[in-house]
């Protein structure tokens, strides 16, 4: 079974540039999130959405952040346009249940904002 | 507010000695209760989790955690380390049922020889 996939591993882009993110979860695993870790922070959830919905984007920093998840099967995160602070590494996640199940991570894109 | 603390940003351990990493988490009631580790290049793996029952649980790579209910406490433990357990772990929590998860800020473990 293939794990969860994340493209691409690395971005470096210029504040204000636009990059979208994407996220290829388990095949059959109907809940998909985003986390992000900036440097020297802990890893902080920004989305989860339960096939095609959004179930909670409490963790979404601002209107720059967009997520979707067209069909219910990869998502794509957008930033535009981004800023410094946006710096940091995008996790995707995917699990079969929601609540206690075990939620398997993609390893991570690395976004660099000069 | 609900939150999980790692005292312990950075640990270094020899190769064969025992670990072990502490996780406090701040909750009304007991949320559930993972371990996930990172390795370099690599995404977070799951080491054990805890919902209920025995306190003890039992994970992968010989790895071991137990719940304190009286401490707030859920430390990850492994008798002898490898070099290969060099990575960032990670405590995490949820009390959510959709299944966002909490982080702690993540210990680095460095294993000497």
């Known amino acids: 079974e293939a794990g969860v996939t994340q493209f691409p591993s690395h971005s470096v882009i210029e504040k204000g540039q636009t990059v979208t993110l994407r996220c290829d979860p388990i095949s059959g695993h109907d809940n998909l999130y985003w986390y992000r870790r900036v440097m020297g922070k802990e890893i902080k959830f920004l989305l989860h959405?339960?096939?095609?919905?959004?179930?909670?984007e409490s963790g979404m920093p601002n209107n720059r952040f967009l997520a979707e998840r067209t069909g219910g099967t990869y998502s794509t995160l957008k930033v535009q346009p981004a800023e410094l602070e946006d710096s940091g590494v995008y996790f995707c996640?995917?699990?079969?249940?929601?609540?206690?199940?075990?939620?398997?991570f993609g390893p991570g894109t690395r976004l660099t904002v000069l | 507010a609900q939150s999980v603390t790692q005292p312990d940003i950075h640990i270094t351990v020899s190769e064969g000695a025992s670990l072990e990493l502490r996780c406090n988490y701040s909750y009304g009631a007991t949320p559930y209760l993972f371990w996930y580790v990172q390795s370099p290049g690599q995404g977070l793996q799951l080491l054990l989790k805890?919902?209920?029952?025995?306190?003890l649980v039992q994970g992968i790579k010989g790895f071991e955690a137990e719940f304190k209910r009286s401490q707030s406490s859920f430390n990850l433990r492994k008798p002898s380390v490898h070099w290969s357990d060099a990575a960032e772990y990670f405590c995490?929590?949820?009390?959510?049922?959709?299944?966002?998860?909490?982080f702690g800020a993540g210990t680095q473990v460095v294993v000497t020889p």
């Open positions: 995490a929590s949820n009390r959510d049922s959709w299944g966002k998860l909490q």
């Open positions: 996640a995917s699990s079969r249940e929601g609540g206690g199940d075990t939620q398997y």
């Open positions: 805890y919902f209920s029952g025995d306190t």
């Open positions: 959405f339960v096939k095609e919905s959004k179930q909670d």
